[in-house]
């Protein structure tokens, strides 16, 4: 069973910035793809970042250039770098790990979430 925490989380002013950390347990995290959702109330929860087993990485145009998404694969750990922030970045911040098992079965891990508030 693979379990993912996330971290750093908070209260921040507009055009401040934030560090979210994910560490999950297990051996897959090498071989997972990591990701980065939000969701804000009364919103569908929507991809923010993605980054490959490789370090490739893909950003949702609404971050892009404000956000990195960065893994350790030595501490099992994904982050997401926030600078530039605004109040439509508030939301829970939901870390996502993709796996594919031999039989090329798709495994979906996710954390509890982490409140990211930004005040204008």
């Known amino acids: 069973q693979v379990q993912l925490v996330e971290s750093g989380g908070g209260l921040v002013q507009a055009g401040g910035s934030l560090r979210l950390s994910c560490e999950a347990s297990g051996s897959i995290f090498r071989d997972s793809a990591m990701s980065w959702y939000r969701q804000a109330p009364g919103k569908q929860r929507e991809l923010v970042a993605t980054?490959?087993?490789?370090?490739?990485?893909n950003y949702a145009d609404s971050v892009k250039g404000r956000f990195t998404i960065s893994r350790d694969n030595a501490k099992n750990t994904v982050f997401l770098q926030m600078n530039s922030l605004k109040p439509e970045d508030t939301a829970v911040y939901y870390c996502?790990?993709?796996?594919?098992?031999?039989?090329?079965?798709?495994?979906?891990?996710w954390g509890q979430g982490t409140q990211v508030t930004v005040s204008s």
């Open positions: 980054i490959t087993t490789v370090g490739n990485t």
């Open positions: 996502n790990a993709v796996y594919y098992g031999l039989n090329l079965k798709r495994y979906d891990y």
